[in-house]
């Protein structure tokens, strides 16, 4: 059992893209958790990295000095239309699996998206994954749609469920979108993971 001690939850910095990449990496070349195929190359990773992240919060959730987890939002649709929505992703070093890594950094994801402006949040599961359907469902997410056998991966077809949340009522009129991630005043994301780290450093203190 891995002692958890030294918790932070923080934005991604290009220092940590390794170990990102690390983490992700089985989860496309052994699992169906995501339908990606290819494990990106880390130039591809910096650059996908850096373009999420000038405009999303991307966050990381450190445990020991090492990265645990991390969580990110993406634009839903690249339409301008759809400027107001953003997708969902978390993925934890299985190591860190069941001790509220995943719900501390949502708590962090999902503050930081109501303050720059978004009001619909969306999360594609491919199925089975009891684990991510309920994380979803603890933060208010409902179950929109079922895509059935959307997904060939592994020798086997896999069918995706969305899920939404929306965060805000909409403006009949709205004159601008979402700020981008560093037109937020730094209080905002600061305390955001500072309380997210708060919350993940009682858990395990019970």
């Known amino acids: ?6 918790v932070e939850i923080r934005p991604a910095t290009a220092d940590d893209e390794m170990a990102i990449l690390a983490i992700y ?3 496309v070349s052994d699992s169906t958790v995501t339908f990606v195929n290819e494990i990106p190359t880390p130039q591809d ?14 966050l990381v ?7 645990a987890g991390f969580a990110f939002a993406a634009e839903e649709r690249p339409h301008a239309a759809f400027q107001w929505n953003a997708e969902l992703s978390v ?13 501390a950094l949502y708590t962090a994801l ?23 359907v309920a994380l979803h469902k603890h933060f208010g997410f409902e179950s929109r749609c079922l895509y059935e056998k959307s997904g060939y991966k592994m020798g086997a077809w896999h069918d995706m469920v969305w899920m939404h949340l929306r965060l805000g009522q909409p403006q009949e009129n709205p004159t601008q979108g979402p700020r981008r991630i560093d037109e937020l005043v730094p209080n905002d994301i600061s305390t955001a993971c500072a309380m997210a780290t708060a919350l993940l450093s009682g858990a395990q203190s019970v």
Not at 61 to 67: D, H, M, Q, S
């Open 45 to 58: 990773f910096h650059e996908k990295m850096a373009r999420v992240a000038r405009r999303f919060p991307y």
């Open 91 to 103: 993925f934890l070093d299985p190591l860190f699996h069941r001790k509220g890594v995943a719900t």
């Open 110 to 132: 999902i503050q930081i998206l109501k303050r720059q402006g978004f009001y619909n949040l969306y999360a594609a599961i491919s199925l089975p994954n009891d684990a991510s």
């Open 61 to 67: 959730c450190t445990i020991n000095g090492e990265i």
């Open 25 to 27: 990496g089985p989860f």
């Open 1 to 6: 059992m891995v002692a958890i001690r030294n």
